[in-house]
């Protein structure tokens, strides 16, 4: 049983940091992506960024590129959301998500829909 969860989150100040954290188990964790998506109230579920865990193939959304750092440790089965420079719009649920990596990591996160396991999601709250 696969089984994917999200540590990290909390509440900071614009311009601060924060490191979220997947432990994803029951999967053979280099055959996958994993990636972090992000909801804010009333809006859609968006990509974040995700990263192939073999090749270490990544992927940004656009308003993070050069702000987030997505890495993994496979030794640990863990994938981690390094956030710098934070800012109030950056406010959401975070979700770790795992899908079979024989599909690119672009795609997969720019869809959310093809993600096959997800966590519980972890709660970024940043203020001005």
């Known amino acids: 049983q696969v089984q994917v969860a999200e540590s990290g989150g909390g509440l900071v100040q614009a311009g601060e940091s924060l490191k979220l954290s997947c432990t994803a188990s029951?999967?053979?964790?280099?055959?996958?992506?994993l990636g972090w998506f992000r909801q804010a109230p009333g809006k859609e579920r968006e990509g974040v960024s995700c990263?192939?865990?073999?090749?270490?193939?990544?992927h940004y959304e656009e308003s993070v590129k050069g702000r987030f750092t997505i890495s993994r440790d496979n030794s640990k089965d863990m994938v981690y959301l390094q956030m710098n420079g934070l800012k109030p719009e950056d406010t959401a649920m975070y979700y770790c998500?795992?899908?079979?990596?024989?599909?690119?990591?672009?795609?997969?996160?720019?869809?959310?829909?093809?993600?096959?396991?997800w966590g519980k999601g972890t709660l970024v709250t940043i203020s001005s």
């Open positions: 029951g999967l053979t964790f280099d055959e996958y992506v």
């Open positions: 990263i192939k865990l073999l090749a270490g193939t990544t």
């Open positions: 998500a795992a899908a079979r990596g024989d599909r690119s990591v672009e795609a997969l996160c720019r869809n959310h829909a093809g993600m096959d396991y």
